[in-house]
């Protein structure tokens, strides 16, 4: 696609609940990122793809998140037994492949999926 | 470890008026750097970066940003803001293991009065 879609836009859950987030990157992006965006904390890496090298999971708060990504391309991250804490706005990205320094290669930004936990 | 601060929470400017948001990191070599706009409801879009080269940046919407390694500095500039520039700018860098992994600053809050 044109740009990264995510979905929900907007998701409202009850605490305890498990919550699945989705993430299609730009075409041809082999690159993934996963942030999360709550009051005070600014924004945080949660989790990074590249290509099939092993993820890292340096940024993930807890063993109730996870995140997969099927085929290199579609990314679920997934938040089980949903705390209030969690509520925030979690943020995918993704890039090209090629070293960092490349002009063209910086992050796109999706626009986002809310998270709200009751 | 990399960090990326913005020492200015909010900020409140008159359309019209000359606009500097700062921003300093802390990184132990040649810095990949950028800025970043959220609008609200938005995700977040690149105004400029910086890689090598000429330490002034142009970017989108008429944006600009000087990097000064002396002062271990990259702030964003614009000569004359307009009402639309109200959003949440976000100033990173890119961390030490060279994923691409973008270390953000707090943000800073941009308000523009008519």
């Known amino acids: 696609g044109a740009g990264v879609s995510q979905s929900p836009s907007n998701k409202v859950t009850e605490k305890g609940k498990d919550v699945e987030l989705r993430c299609d990157p730009i075409?041809?992006?082999?690159?993934l990122y996963w942030y999360r965006q709550s009051l005070g904390q600014g924004l945080e890496f949660l989790i990074y793809f590249q290509g099939n090298s092993a993820p890292d999971k340096s940024g993930l708060p807890s063993d109730r998140f996870s995140a997969e990504r099927t085929g290199g391309s579609v990314s679920t991250l997934t938040i089980q037994r949903t705390q209030q804490e969690d509520s925030a706005v979690y943020l995918c990205?993704?890039?090209?492949?090629?070293?960092?320094?490349?002009?063209?290669?910086?992050?796109?930004f999706g626009a986002g999926s809310r998270l709200t936990v009751l | 470890a990399q960090s990326v601060t913005q020492p200015d929470i909010h900020i409140t400017v008159s359309e019209g008026a000359s606009l500097e948001l700062r921003c300093n990191y802390s990184?132990?070599?040649?810095?990949?750097l950028f800025w970043y706009v959220q609008s609200p409801g938005q995700g977040l879009q690149l105004l400029l970066k910086y890689f090598s080269g000429d330490t002034l940046v142009q970017g989108i919407k008429g944006f600009e940003a000087e990097f000064k390694r002396s002062q271990s500095s990259f702030n964003l500039r614009k000569p004359s803001v307009h009402w639309s520039d109200a959003a949440e700018y976000f100033c990173a860098v890119v961390g030490i293991s060279n994923t691409g992994k973008l270390i953000f600053g707090q943000g800073t809050t941009l308000q523009v009065k008519p």
């Open positions: 990205a993704s890039r090209t492949t090629g070293g960092v320094g490349s002009g063209a290669n910086v992050l796109t």
């Open positions: 075409s041809g992006h082999t690159a």
């Open positions: 990184y132990g070599a040649t810095p990949y």
